[in-house]
């Protein structure tokens, strides 16, 4: 069992920055890709960022949307996925959920290869 345990989020103007950090409980932290996802209201979530388990690199990957913006980075030794969210835009709202699936590529994370989901937290950008 792995519980994600986030933190960070809350309200910026358009073109501010803000970090998202997720703390995971339990062992073998390296084994799963982690990814961050959003879900504004009225919308399905959708998959923002991810970074692969260890073994297939650590590579990142990254929906157009928010390529060259935001950047997701992992501390295996501090069991913690990041997001650093920079030129946030107004339709960058959202809640943000960190999400975990065991020995998952970045480019295979979806809302149906997740195993774990953090409570979600509110990110929101004014124009």
């Known amino acids: 069992q792995v519980q994600l345990v986030q933190s960070g989020g809350g309200l910026v103007q358009a073109g501010g920055s803000l970090r998202l950090s997720c703390v995971a409980s339990?062992?073998?932290?390296?084994?799963?890709?982690m990814g961050w996802f959003r879900q504004a209201p009225e919308k399905e979530r959708e998959f923002v960022a991810g970074?692969?388990?260890?073994?297939?690199?650590?590579?990142?990957y990254y929906a157009d949307s928010v390529k060259g913006r935001f950047t997701i980075s992992r501390d295996n030794a501090k069991n913690t996925v990041y997001l650093q969210m920079n030129s946030l835009k107004p339709e960058d709202t959202a809640v943000y959920y960190c999400?975990?699936?065991?020995?998952?590529?970045?480019?295979?994370?979806?809302?149906?290869?997740?195993?774990?989901w953090g409570q979600g937290t509110q990110v929101t950008v004014s124009s």
């Open positions: 999400a975990a699936a065991r020995l998952i590529s970045a480019v295979g994370l979806s809302t149906t290869s997740i195993d774990y």
């Open positions: 339990g062992r073998a932290f390296s084994m799963y890709g």
């Open positions: 970074v692969s388990w260890s073994g297939a690199g650590g590579s990142t």
